[in-house]
């Protein structure tokens, strides 16, 4: 019984909230800043995207 309540009690949401700047480039697309070793670069936010990709050039700089 109690491990049954705990596991219901860890399933249980939790309201979150989270400020993430979105901005519509002039292709149209949503993008978002990205922050890592490679300084701060705007990506594409398309949540039915089936994979990840990167333009060579980008991943290069990126090291």
């Known amino acids: ?6 596991l219901a009690l860890s399933l249980v949401a939790v309201p979150a909230a989270a400020a993430v700047p979105v901005e519509i480039a002039q292709t149209g697309h949503a993008t978002v800043p990205v922050e890592g070793a490679f300084g701060e670069a705007q990506f594409v936010f398309d949540t039915g995207a089936e994979g ?10 990126a090291g």
């Open 52 to 61: 990840s990709a990167v333009y060579a050039d980008f991943s290069d700089k």
């Open 1 to 6: 019984m109690i491990r049954s309540l705990s």
